[in-house]
């Protein structure tokens, strides 16, 4: 018997975005291997993505998105030739659900996968000029129009569940068979504390920033800094120079990361945050620091796995803690590890989301 199809509707090259490999790139082999052929289609390049994450541009920027909807319209008079059409968050970066539309009236079953908070507007420093052309109401015309739904936590579920009675919780996972240390979690002379992320979250580093100074203040040269994702990054007076994010690279980086924390505001749009950062850091045995706030809590037991802060005084104290003690540190960075490999691991996770896809095949 022929393999099923699927065509993965996304906007970034495979390899590219830690939230496409994250939610559906790493299930690729696992899904061949069991009768579903899988196609990536996107329509950023990697010189695309230069002048389209970068401020102005507008001429190139425009081309670029007349040229994005050339190629997602041949993606819809292809799309009859598969089984299932996967979308990932949008079609297309407009408010308008075109695309969405066109893909809902093949003969394709539609699934709509997200991991935010879409449906609230969060537009990066970049491209605030073109939130104009944004919808709000975009996110659950999609989730109407799909057959399933794969939702990234209960929170997302729950908004999804307003417009489509076929949710699924899906958490965002790591695949911790080549997500693992290279060599034994060591005592470092120097302790670094590390954060993962990119330019349009780099807000949210920003914000501890008084925490690090404070820590900073406390202990001097037994501490340094280190920020991978937003290389334009810089704060000279925590000596910090941003380094690029990689799929090469990402685990030796992380793995420099002595402690690693995920510093969050309290808004309804992180709510929707699926923990990616703090899984990242406890599948390499990392000690985590996390804010109580959104799926966290979910992941976190506080002081077994990882800590959670509140306020400022608790991200001092609970950072402090790890800094002094290495046996505490090793301790919660297993225990991190064992959580990541039990509940949010491609293994956890491959059978049900092949699962999902057998049984709406049989619809």
């Not at 990066?124 to 015309?141: D, E, R």
């Not at 080549?178 to 949210?204: A, L, P, V």
């Not at 037994?222 to 380094?243: A, S, T």
Request: aromatic content about 12%; overall charge positive; hydrophobic content about 40%.
């Amino acid at each position: 018997m022929a393999n099923k199809k699927i065509l993965f509707i996304a906007s970034h090259r495979k390899d590219r975005s830690p939230g496409q490999r994250y939610r559906f790139e790493q299930y690729f082999s696992f899904l061949q291997e069991n009768g579903f052929d899988c196609e990536l289609a996107y329509f950023l390049t990697e010189s695309d993505d230069k002048v389209f994450y970068s401020p102005g541009n507008i001429i190139k920027k425009f081309l670029i998105t007349i040229r994005s909807a050339s190629k997602r319209m041949a993606d819809v008079r292809r799309a009859g030739q598969f089984d299932i059409v996967f979308i990932q968050r949008e079609a297309f970066m407009m408010g308008s659900t075109f695309f969405e539309k066109q893909f809902s009236r093949s003969t394709a079953k539609i699934v709509f996968d997200f991991d935010d908070s879409i449906w609230l507007l969060d537009t990066s420093n970049a491209n605030k000029m073109w939130q104009w052309m944004k919808s709000a109401k975009k996110t659950s015309k999609i989730i109407a129009l799909s057959d399933i739904v794969f939702a990234g936590n209960r929170y997302l579920a729950e908004y999804a569940s307003r417009f489509n009675e076929n949710v699924k919780i899906i958490p965002t996972t790591i695949d911790t068979k080549s997500f693992h240390r290279i060599e034994e979690y060591k005592n470092s002379d120097i302790i670094c504390i590390g954060w993962s992320g990119s330019h349009t979250t780099i807000k949210h580093f920003e914000a501890a920033i008084p925490v690090l100074k404070k820590l900073k203040y406390k202990y001097g040269a037994r501490i340094c800094f280190k920020v991978m994702g937003d290389p334009q990054f810089e704060n000279k007076d925590l000596c910090i120079k941003g380094i690029p994010w990689s799929s090469a690279t990402e685990v030796q980086i992380l793995s420099t990361f002595d402690i690693g924390i995920m510093p969050l505001p309290d808004d309804q749009w992180v709510k929707g945050k699926c923990g990616l950062k703090g899984l990242s850091y406890m599948a390499l045995e990392v000690p985590t620091v996390m804010s109580a706030i959104g799926v966290n809590p979910e992941i976190i037991n506080d002081g077994v796995n990882g800590f959670l802060a509140a306020s400022e005084e608790e991200w001092v104290d609970k950072i402090s803690s790890l800094v002094e003690s290495f046996d505490l540190r090793k301790k919660l960075g297993a225990n991190g590890r064992e959580t990541v490999v039990n509940r949010y691991s491609v293994e956890s996770q491959k059978n049900n989301y092949l699962n999902a896809f057998n049984e709406l095949m049989k619809r």
